[in-house]
């Protein structure tokens, strides 16, 4: 369930790439973070996971900051099971994302767990 006003919610687990992608372009670091749960995780590759909204507000911020862009890439089909669904995303440097969703009470969807890379 989204609680942005004015953002638009992920209809279905697919559209949450392309919606992070897009706030990202435009500096909309609190749209970015309305698409993850309150609680969720994100393994960004560096040595502690990321936690919870505001830790992950401050890394999008300073990603923002940074001036680097978030690049789209070749989605995989959701795997949808019930109320969870695993998203994944070849990027065009070769990447291979991989994340988990919840459909939210409202229908919505919003992801629990990112992960940036799954090469190790």
Not at 52 to 70: C, D, M, N, P, V
Not at 103 to 112: E, F
Request: with cysteine.
């Amino acid at each position: 369930m989204t609680d942005q006003p004015g953002h638009e919610p992920a209809r279905d687990p697919q559209d949450l790439e392309r919606l992070l992608i897009d706030r990202q372009w435009v500096g909309d670091i609190d749209g970015m973070v309305a698409l993850f749960e309150h609680d969720a995780v994100i393994d960004s590759g560096e040595a502690e996971l990321i936690c919870g909204r505001e830790a992950i507000r401050a890394l999008f911020a300073a990603f923002t900051a940074s001036g680097r862009k978030f690049q789209r890439g070749e989605q995989r089909p959701a795997a949808i099971n019930g109320d969870l669904a695993l998203t994944s995303t070849r990027l065009p440097d070769g990447t291979v994302t991989s994340e988990v969703a919840r459909r939210q009470a409202d229908g919505t969807w919003l992801w629990v767990i990112d992960r940036y890379s799954v090469a190790w």
